[in-house]
T-cell receptor, first 113, second 114 residues
Framework: EDKVVQSPLSLVVHEGDTVTLNCSYE??????LLWYKQEKKAPTFLFML????IEKKSGRLSSILDKKELFSILNITATQTGDSAVYLC?????????????FGQGTTLQVKP | NAGVMQNPRHLVRRRGQEARLRCSPM?????VYWYRQLPEEGLKFMVY????????ESGMPKERFSAEFPKEGPSILRIQQVVRGDSAAYFC????????????FGPGTRLLVL
């Protein structure tokens, strides 16, 4: 069965800290891995990763994929209270014509002032 | 360019009633996906549609649930004879054909079954 596992499930840090969120996966026909940030409402797209070892960056956020070890990490440096959210990792399966994303259970990040 | 729109944002139904959830994809997007998020759980894929076609419904419960994406108008997720276990947030996502896998999500419909 296709599976995506995120860790930790929850995390509390103080402003200015750096955090690393983990996502490991066991799927057939991997195509890409995506990170989303979910606050009260819609998950908002952060990154799509398809190749191993290439870091993607957006401001204080960065992410990298290791296709050999089947995991990805999301780093947030100099955290701010606005980073508090649930961070979702999803894997896109390329089998057939499916558009299915398999999501992990999410990591709830709380950044305290 | 407006994002993915869903309505209603909140829906309350009594057991046995029907729930109808609507999703208008982003402009230029012809692929629609529905996901369900139960409390304290991640998003679970339900169905993937293109205009007038269901492409993958492997995540849809076999009974009471149906989805459509007509040529004109929004995509509809319909739940007949709702039960308490259907209470969840239902998210719709859309993507353009050229970047099929970058899915952009709507704000969700929170369904509460009394």
């Amino acid at each position: 069965e296709d599976k995506v596992v995120q860790s930790p499930l929850s995390l509390v840090v103080h402003e200015g800290d750096t955090v690393t969120l983990n996502c490991s996966y066991e799927v057939t026909n991997f195509r890409s891995l995506l990170w989303y940030k979910q606050e009260k409402k819609a998950p908002t797209f952060l990154f799509m990763l398809t190749s191993s070892g290439i870091e993607k960056k957006s401001g204080r956020l960065s992410s990298i994929l290791d296709k050999k070890e089947l995991f990805s990490i999301l780093n947030i440096t100099a955290t701010q209270t606005g980073d508090s959210a649930v961070y979702l990792c999803a894997v896109d399966l390329s089998s057939g014509n499916t558009g299915k994303l398999i999501f992990g259970q999410g990591t709830t990040l709380q950044v305290k002032p | 360019n407006a994002g993915v729109m869903q309505n209603p944002r909140h829906l309350v139904r009594r057991r046995g009633q029907e729930a109808r959830l609507r999703c208008s994809p982003m402009k230029g997007h012809s692929h629609v996906y529905w996901y369900r998020q139960l409390p304290e759980e991640g998003l679970k894929f339900m169905v993937y549609l293109q205009k007038e076609n269901i492409i993958d419904e492997s995540g849809m419960p076999k009974e009471r649930f149906s989805a459509e994406f007509p040529k004109e108008g929004p995509s509809i997720l319909r739940i007949q004879q709702v039960v308490r276990g259907d209470s969840a947030a239902y998210f719709c996502a859309s993507s353009p054909p050229s970047m099929r896998k970058t899915q952009y999500f709507g704000p969700g419909t929170r369904l509460l079954v009394l």
